[in-house]
Structures are given as structure tokens and as C-alpha cells.
């Protein structure tokens, strides 16, 4: 079974700043998914980011990256440039990379607050 | 694209009646579906697996019985909560997977907005 494990219950930064959020995993499979989903206060999730474990590339989308260490089972979210509207539970999940739809394994969760 | 829609957004019922949640992918099909529930300040845990004309799987713990999953097409599941208790009150989410032959990735969930679920 897999386990995805984030270790900052909550996190606070300043507008325009720069902010880390830490995930690891555990899995004993070689091929696999890896996402980043934003969850506002109106609890929708929203995709963030994905990353390919094939992929040795991190994944970038506009303001946010991720720092993908395979070996580490390490996958951190930076966003870059915080702004309001980045505030909300961002949840690190784990899908296992089959022929078909997969299902997801979450986190716990990281609260980010974004303050003037 | 890639739009999921839940309804209902909320829903309060009396104790020991049914409450039916439909999960629908407006622009694309979904041969698979997955029905999480989170609990307050909590993750989301997965429920059930939902695959288009056959029964769906349901997590350790779950019982089928008493959440039963129906996808009768490839752009609806339903999830009926069956003689509610308020022990059964929580927030529900859907995802849905696009299927292979779309433009979109398979791989990816796409969720709804979930239900929020009151039980008296």
C-alpha cells in the first residue's frame, strides 16, 4: 500500500513571496503519478500540478514547480510569486501508474495562508 | 473543458431516509468514477471505485449497502446514501477520469464541487 505523508499541518506567507510546501510517499512501485491539489475554501479541488515518476524533468506550471526526488520518494511544491488567491489546503496525492483510470492517495494536507 | 458537475451542492434530510448524489461529466466520458468523503479539517478518504456497466468497488470498511454506486453511463454516477444517520453526515466528492481516447490526459482526476451532507 502507498502512504503520502505531509509534515506542515499549516503555513503562512507573505504576498509576493515564496513558499515550500513538503511532500513524501512511499511506494514500492517503479511506475507512478504524482499531483499537487488546491482545495479553497469552497472545497473544490483543483488540479495544481502532475509529475510522471519517468520523468526525471521537474514539472513547472506558470508560478508553481515541483522539486521531484525519485530516489528521496521526495515531491515539493514551490509557488513563486504568492498571491491571495493561492490561499487554501493543498494536498499531495499518489495514483499508481495502470492501463486504466487509477485511484488516488491523499496527504493530509497543508493549510497555506497567504497574508498582505 | 474537463468540467464535472455534483448535485446536489447541499443536502439536509431526516434521519432514516435515502439521499441520492449525482456526479456528471459535462465534455467528456468517464468510463471511471471515484466517490471520496472528507470529514472536517481532514483528508479526503476514497470510498469506492465506480466503473461504467459493472459494480463498483468499495474501499476496506465501506459498506456497499449502505452507499450504493451506480453508473449506468459514460458521463453519470450516482451515489445513494441509504437510511442516513447522522453519523453519515460529511462532505462527498466525485472525480471522474477521462477516457483514453480524449485529449485530455486519462490520468487525471477531474473533481466536482461535493455535496455537504446533513443527517437530523
Known amino acids: 500500500a502507498q502512504t503520502v505523508t505531509q509534515s506542515q499541518p499549516e503555513m503562512s506567507v507573505q504576498e509576493a513571496e515564496t513558499v515550500t510546501l513538503s511532500c513524501t510517499y512511499d511506494?514500492?512501485?517503479?511506475?507512478?503519478?504524482l499531483f499537487w491539489y488546491k482545495q479553497p475554501p469552497s472545497r473544490q479541488m483543483i488540479l495544481v500540478i502532475r509529475q510522471e515518476a519517468y520523468k526525471q524533468q521537474n514539472a513547472t506550471e506558470n508560478r508553481f514547480s515541483v522539486n521531484f526526488q525519485k530516489a528521496a520518494k521526495s515531491f515539493s511544491l514551490k509557488i513563486s510569486d504568492s498571491q491571495l488567491g493561492d490561499t487554501a489546503m493543498y494536498f499531495c496525492a499518489f495514483m499508481k501508474h495502470t492501463g486504466t483510470a487509477s485511484k488516488l492517495t491523499f496527504g493530509t494536507g497543508t493549510r497555506l495562508q497567504v497574508t498582505l | 473543458g474537463a468540467v464535472v458537475s455534483q448535485h446536489p451542492s447541499r443536502v439536509i434530510c431526516k434521519s432514516g431516509t435515502s439521499v441520492k448524489i449525482e456526479c456528471r461529466s459535462l465534455d467528456f466520458q468517464a468510463t471511471t468514477m471515484f466517490w471520496y468523503r472528507q470529514f472536517p479539517k481532514q483528508s479526503l478518504m476514497l470510498m469506492a471505485t465506480?466503473?461504467?456497466?459493472?459494480?463498483?468497488?468499495?474501499e476496506q470498511g465501506v459498506e456497499k449497502d449502505k452507499f450504493l454506486i451506480n453508473h449506468a453511463s459514460l458521463t453519470l454516477s450516482t451515489l445513494t446514501v441509504t437510511s442516513a444517520h447522522p453519523e453519515d453526515s460529511s462532505f462527498y466528492i466525485c472525480?471522474?477520469?477521462?477516457?483514453?481516447?480524449?485529449?485530455?490526459?486519462?490520468?487525471?482526476?477531474?473533481f466536482g464541487a461535493g455535496t455537504r451532507l446533513s443527517v437530523l
Open positions: 465506480s466503473n461504467e456497466g459493472s459494480k463498483a468497488t468499495y
Open positions: 472525480s471522474a477520469c477521462p477516457s483514453a481516447d480524449r485529449e485530455f490526459t486519462k490520468n487525471i482526476q477531474y
Open positions: 511506494t514500492s512501485e517503479n511506475n507512478y503519478y
